[in-house]
């Protein structure tokens, strides 16, 4: 697989080289990717998605900004970069993990965070490592609708077609009948998965294990899938057991196409939104402290903006509702996250007030809280307050506070502590 062009969220006129730009925004806007990758008469754009893109022999990887001790530059030595793109993935992968969008756990292995290719082979390792862990346990089997002609009379006689093809030979039956083979759905999605795996990667220990697998599977009759066929393949009770691969097996056809002359995967879609993953981490994190937080949490609370209105299309919802006390003492507190700069009123957005304001307004809250992710080493550089009357400032209170996530790995116990303490000392919880 080619080197990735390693990127940053929101970089502009981003040059590449042997590509055709028209086929590359033509494919992106095929996907409905072009919010993520935006192709402009001076280069490249990135947007807040982050993750890798693949289109034919251009590779792309997005790297966040807000999440790392040290920002990623091409002007660092080799080494340097390669420890900040590993310090990058490490707590993105986390956060994947940790708002259960992807059922993995951070590699630890420096070799495979500093490949060539470092998201796909992480990834990669999470599917070959639980697929082969399962198959050491249990081989999938599940009942399999067969028809065939047979010397001897199983399941049930189909006469239309027995008389088309025995009617000269009545020793012969042709049946239909149910199997309870290896020869099913999954384990055909299984092989097929990993001979395209095995195909794009580049690390030994994913194409050892993956060729391990398709030897496995040597019986079982390759066929090429797509999203839809993907799609309705459901477990069955026994085959539980393979709920982690089978989750990572479809992401990988749902988010790519197939080069059918070789059996690999040829244009990779492996993105997120970071505004939303921060919004959901920040959810995760104090629904797992809830008790020590003392308030009641409620995500993407909703409601019309317009009485008697039907449309769905114009609901307003609320990132993260906080409940405090009860009875005559209840607070609300709308807490809106925005993952993006701010450190001074520069970065101030108008828009995010009067969201935020309207917000208040609808779901009977008094108090609102704009969280940014922290910028650099400093925090915003003065406290803000809205320019209104004393006396509407006394009944509405709009905090603009930032939370640290940089960390050289977040998923550390002390660091989710820190958070955990940011997250009481924004909210005010002693």
Known sequence: MAEPIVVKEYSKNIKIKDCDLGKLHHYLECQHLDSALKV????????????????????????????YTKEYNEDYDEKTKEETKSNILKNLIFMLSYTKKLDIKTSNDAKLLTSKNPFIEILIREYTKSLFECLKRLTPKKYVRE???????????????????????????????DEFS??????????????????????????????????????????????FKAEKIRLSRNQELFEKPFKLAKMFVEKTSVDLSKNKFENITLIWDMNKLFEEFVFEIMKKFEGELGCKLVAQKGRRLLKNDTSKKRNTFVDIMVEKGDGDELERIVLD????????????SNTDVFQVSTYCLLHNAYHAILLYPKYGTNGPDRDFELNIDEEIKEKYQIDFKTINLQYDYIGKKENLESIKEDIKRILNVT
């Open 147 to 177: 028809e065939d002609n047979l010397n001897y009379l199983k399941g049930k006689i189909k006469f239309t077609e027995n008389i088309r093809y025995n009617s000269s030979n009545q020793a012969k039956f042709y049946c239909e009948y």
């Open 337 to 348: 996250t925005k993952y993006k700069k701010f450190v001074s009123s520069d970065d101030f």
């Open 182 to 227: 290896e020869n099913n759905i999954l384990n055909q999605l299984f092989l097929f998965v990993s001979t395209c795996l095995y195909n794009i990667s580049n690390d030994s220990y994913n194409k050892k294990t993956l060729k391990f697998i398709m030897n496995y599977y040597s019986d079982i009759k390759l066929i090429r899938f797509n999203r």
């Open 40 to 67: 402009t008469p001076s280069g490249i754009e990135t947007t807040s998605w982050v993750g890798v893109i693949k289109y034919k022999n251009t590779h792309f990887q997005i790297l966040p900004k807000l999440i």
